[in-house]
């Protein structure tokens, strides 16, 4: 499949499955305490997704077992919720959700504190969040794909921290993974040009040290090499002639 350009009708559709999957992840952020498991994590957020009359476009997907990944701490992404899992003050959670309304996808990530977490573990939940805003400065017609890609990576890489390299953004809309692939490192090649109508899921994965990572047995949750901490932070967004739309974010 190539790069597809969406019609102002998909793009309406896109907006809606946006504002629920942004306000979604607001919502289930707040409920986030310690004592939880990320089994009711995924719980609630599936329910307020179907609340919506939203499909979970995660569950069932290649054979992921939920609606929402849950990562904790180490876990950088696709974390598989659990009864046994129990969230205690000072971690971390990264929970990655995707909606599809009437047909159209959104996919996005919030990573949030458990509690009292560290003043390590705030920065790098913050500096991931803003190194996403660092990219879209590049997420406007005429400009290149990997100028977003080098913005993230600069920004994050000015910190000391490892951008993972095992796993990328991805273009969306009918599909939950659509091209082009979007790296958060350094590219040589300025990558494809951007056109107004592409609707793009950035999504940097941050390491608060070295960037390689391992699957565990389950076969889905990708974790830290050295154990360090990981965040997560995604929005689809479109790209219009003036620059980027946010299509998942409600705060
Ligand atoms: N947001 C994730 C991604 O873009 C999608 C996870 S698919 C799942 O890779 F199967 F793990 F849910
Ligand atoms: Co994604």
């Known amino acids: 499949m190539s790069v597809t350009v ?6 309406e559709l896109m907006r809606e499955a946006g504002r629920i999957l942004g306000t979604v992840l607001r919502d289930l952020s707040k409920e986030i305490h310690p004592g939880m498991s990320t089994y009711q994590v995924n719980k609630l957020g599936d329910e307020m997704i179907r609340s919506y009359g939203c499909i979970p476009s995660f569950l069932n997907y290649q054979g992921y077992p939920a609606s929402i990944c849950t990562s904790v701490n180490e876990e950088v992404v696709h974390g598989i919720p659990s009864k046994k899992r129990i969230l205690k003050d000072g971690d971390i959670i990264s929970m990655d959700a995707g909606v599809i309304y009437h047909g159209y ?20 939940i913050e500096r991931t969040k803003q190194s996403f805003f660092e990219g879209i400065k590049f997420a406007k017609e005429g400009c290149h794909l990997h100028e977003i890609s080098n913005a993230i990576a600069d920004y994050n890489e000015s910190f000391g921290y490892g951008v993972i390299r095992d796993l990328v953004g991805h273009g969306i809309g009918t599909e939950l993974h659509e091209e082009p692939q979007i790296p958060n490192f350094r590219q040589e090649r300025r990558g494809m040009k951007l056109y107004s109508g592409m609707t793009l899921a950035i999504e ?4 608060a040290g070295g960037y390689s990572v391992k699957w565990l047995d389950d076969d889905w949750t990708v974790v830290t090499q050295d154990k360090s901490l990981a965040a997560h932070y995604e929005n689809t967004v479109l790209i219009t002639k003036n620059g980027p739309e946010i299509l998942s974010l409600v705060e």
């Open 6 to 11: 969406k019609s102002e009708r998909e793009i």
């Open 204 to 207: 940097p994965m941050v390491s």
């Open 105 to 124: 996808h959104s996919d996005a990530a919030r990573t949030v504190g458990v509690g009292e977490i560290s003043e390590e573990a705030s920065k790098l």
